[in-house]
């Protein structure tokens, strides 16, 4: 049994897949094709955004946000406690300082109590400038973008959707990647819509923005890639990953995300007496990136992971550390104070195996394995 079976949902759509890259190779415009453009639009179209800029992976994604926004160094950027390294990485990348926020147990989310305390926090101290909170759809649950929208209007900071596991998601009819004054996502092969290697793409409604990323990410083009008016990256999407993407894309809104649903309807069914399951708001819709489930302590956790991987269950930790524990951030000095829920999730969460592909017979055999080693 895989974690996440890619090789299903290849056979389920191979010849549309498989003629897409070969028109590509027929054509010879591997970078910037015409498969990029049409992307591009599908996805602006289907988020509900007026401009989608595609480049090289989610963590580029996030720090040309923030390049577009002018974030550097006195910028305080505040950012989960409990999420991928990117979503704190690009922040430091930039020379701006990441302040991280404690989340819920119950959405994996950021806390917006614990975001309004921090924020605070950096105005009373005064030597950091606020700018921009980092919102991550975990596991594919939109984070509470009312509440954090109302914090960023009365101090006056831009809202950066971190929707590389959120993509698909949705709150009412409103999709994920629409919720951030930018919002971006990844297209890497285990996200919700993973392409065959790396892949990213930017949302925005503002056309400023828009034009300066897609500066940005062309070596700061101006009127052509040989005439740079700033200092950019270099960040494309390739056109191969692309048509992969066109491909997926109409299968992943129409299949995908309902029989994601009724797998972890499944899920929840059977497992929610038994260990702490996902907890969904009314109206609110996640494109399950992962289930992911709670256990009473470490050890509980440890040794379900070991039992499961005996009876050949893989499952994964996500994540083992909160970020302000990060070796790598250790220069910030963080307070380990603080942080209940992050430090307490890091010990106690199991993502379980999770694709639209799973059959009932293996929904079953996870779902019984769980419940024996919760008797035993
Ligand atoms: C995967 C991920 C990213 C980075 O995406 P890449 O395409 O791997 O660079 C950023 N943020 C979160 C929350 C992610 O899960």
Redesign the pocket.
Known sequence: MQFRDLNRQYNHIKSDIDKRIQTVIDSTTFIQGKEVKELEEKLADCVGVKHCVSCA??????QLALMAWGIGPGDAVFVPDF??F??GEVVSVVGATPIFVDVRKDTFNIDVNSLEYQIQKIKDTGELVPRVVIA???FGLPADYEAIKNICLKHELLLLE?G??GFGGKIGEKRACSFGDIS?T???PA?PLGCYG???AIFTDNDEWAALIRSYCVHGKGDNKYDNVRIGMNSRLDSIQAAVLNAKLPIFINEELDKAQEIANIYTAALADVVRTPVIAKNYYSSW?QYTIQLSDKKERDGLQVYLKEKGIPSMIYYQKPMHRQLAFSNYKYDDKGFTCSKKLADTVLSIPFHPYLTSDEIEYIVEEIKKFHES
């Open positions: 992976n989610g963590t580029d994604a996030l999420t991928f990117s979503s991550v759809d975990l971190d590389a596991q971006t990844s297209f890497f996200k790396d892949g990213g990136a």
